[in-house]
């Protein structure tokens, strides 16, 4: 079992930046894989960055790309995503989440790949 809580979520105004955290506990081992989903209201959950466990591989939603930053530090256990120039529809409640297995027929920007979630930090920009 992996235990993710997230963190740094909050109401900022448009242009500025949140620095979202989430901290794994629990059998980390399985945490090869480490993403970011969102959720808007009335909307599905959709898929942010991910990033592999020694960092060699990211992917980001395009459009986050530019503006969002997705990086871990194994040492802590946790992942970060810097988020800059926030926008309006940047608005949702955002998802940690874990996969263990570095190869899989599903892509990683599923919400199906992953194994384990947060319980989400909601993230507001105001216009």
């Known amino acids: 079992q992996v235990q993710l809580v997230e963190s740094g979520g909050g109401l900022v105004q448009a242009g500025g930046s949140l620095r979202l955290s989430c901290a794994a506990s629990?059998?980390?081992?399985?945490?090869?894989?480490m993403a970011w989903f969102r959720q808007a209201p009335g909307k599905e959950r959709e898929f942010v960055a991910t990033?592999?466990?020694?960092?060699?591989?990211?992917f980001y939603q395009d459009s986050v790309k530019g503006r969002f930053s997705i990086s871990r530090d194994n040492a802590k256990n946790t992942v970060y995503l810097q988020m800059n120039s926030l926008k309006p529809e940047d608005t949702a409640v955002y998802y940690c989440?874990?996969?263990?297995?570095?190869?899989?027929?599903?892509?990683?920007?599923?919400?199906?790949?992953?194994?384990?979630w947060g319980q989400g930090t909601q993230v507001t920009v105001s216009s």
């Open positions: 990033i592999s466990w020694n960092s060699d591989k990211l």
């Open positions: 989440a874990s996969d263990s297995a570095p190869y899989d027929k599903t892509s990683v920007i599923y919400p199906s790949r992953y194994d384990y």
């Open positions: 629990g059998r980390t081992s399985s945490t090869y894989w």
